[in-house]
Structures are given as structure tokens and as C-alpha cells.
């Protein structure tokens, strides 16, 4: 049972201070991180995704510093077992296949803030989101007082992620070993995250 419920010693933890979480030891993802840039690499990647019935889910935009500047949606990162996609969207586009991954009611795509994320992948294509879950709705359900994937991680995962790259620029032409190892990591702990936290929600539902 423990590998499916939050780590012991955070299990009656309802929030983690800034303090706790920085005394953390600091971790990433350290499986294949796949980088998709073109049209047919995006097809195989979603016929790897489909096979799963969770995908770890984020977005990164380049970040705007002036007034009235906006940039639309360039990383979608979807995590499974072992592997990060980390889907370029300002080269493939929202295509086909990635609608079909959206629209998909049957594979929950787990994320924080999916919202928002959602709306900007949707000025891109227009697609219905379907089996979207949302990481701080479900922990408040469990009764859990954090919803930033940070606190969340520190708490249910027991270590801490760097978020140094969270503001770099994410239409580069290449993306940086920093990039991609940022970004593969707040997929990979969406999906890490979801596991725990449903497996809770059940045990508390039971």
C-alpha cells in the first residue's frame, strides 16, 4: 500500500512553509525525454500516449516583459511512465492528433492550473477538452491546503523542483539540457502527483 499513498511522514500534512520545502533534496526527471518538432514524430508520439490511460500534462509560453507583448502556447510537455514528450506546438501546431488526445474522455490529462492551459492551446486549434483532471482540485478534495505543483511536490512527493527555468525563453531554437530537463520534470510530477492523490481520494472514498 505505500507505494500508492503519500509518503508517511507527510501523510497528516495538509500544507509545507517555504522553509521545509527548501531543506528538500532537490530532484528531476531522469527518464527518455523525447523533443517532437515535426508532424510525423508527433503521430508516433500520440500513438505511444494513447496507450495510457494518465498523461502527466503542462504548458510552457515564452515569458513577456513589456506591456501589451503576448506569446502564444510553445512546449506542451506530456508525461507517461518513464518518458516525457515534450511536444514544440510552435512548430507542429494543435493538430489532428493532438485534438483526438484531447478530446479523448477515456485518458485523464492531470495537471495544475489546466485551465488556463487549456484555453491558450485552444487560440491555437479549437478542440473540446475532455478527461481533463485538475491536481489542486484534487487535493483540496483530499483536503490538502496547497495547490502549486511545487508545494505539492515537497509534500506528497517528499523533495523539491527547480523552477529557474520557468522564465526562459521557450521559442529558442533549441532548447537548453536546463529546458528540457524543467520542463520534462512538471509533467513527470503531474503524473507522479495524480497517482498518489487518486490513490488517497479512493482510500478516503471507500
Not at 2 to 19: C, F, G, Q, V
Request: hydrophobic letters at 40%; charged letters at 25%.
Amino acid at each position: 500500500m505505500t507505494s500508492s499513498s503519500p509518503n508517511n511522514h507527510n501523510h497528516s500534512r495538509l500544507t509545507i512553509s517555504h522553509e521545509e520545502i527548501n531543506v528538500l533534496p532537490l530532484r528531476a526527471f531522469d527518464g527518455k525525454i523525447t523533443v517532437v518538432t515535426e508532424e510525423n514524430q508527433l503521430i508516433k508520439a500520440v500513438n505511444d500516449l494513447q496507450k495510457y490511460d494518465v498523461i502527466g500534462f503542462d504548458t510552457e509560453t515564452r515569458p513577456a516583459f513589456k506591456k501589451g507583448q503576448f506569446y502564444n502556447v510553445s512546449l506542451l510537455q506530456l508525461a507517461i511512465p518513464k518518458k516525457v514528450y515534450l511536444i514544440r506546438v510552435s512548430h507542429t501546431g494543435v493538430t489532428d492528433p493532438l485534438i483526438e488526445l484531447f478530446q479523448n474522455h477515456n485518458i485523464i490529462k492531470t495537471g495544475v492550473g489546466i485551465r488556463d492551459d487549456i484555453k491558450a492551446l485552444q487560440k491555437l486549434n479549437k478542440f473540446s477538452a475532455q478527461g481533463f483532471e485538475d491536481l489542486a482540485t484534487l487535493a483540496k478534495q483530499v483536503g490538502l491546503q496547497v495547490e502549486s505543483v511545487k508545494k505539492l511536490t515537497a509534500l506528497i512527493l517528499g523533495f523539491r523542483i527547480s523552477k529557474s527555468a520557468q522564465t526562459s525563453n521557450w521559442e529558442a531554437p533549441a532548447l537548453t539540457e536546463k529546458q528540457l530537463e524543467y520542463a520534462a520534470t512538471d509533467a513527470w510530477v503531474c503524473w507522479e502527483l495524480y497517482q498518489r492523490l487518486s490513490a488517497v481520494k479512493k482510500i478516503e472514498n471507500e
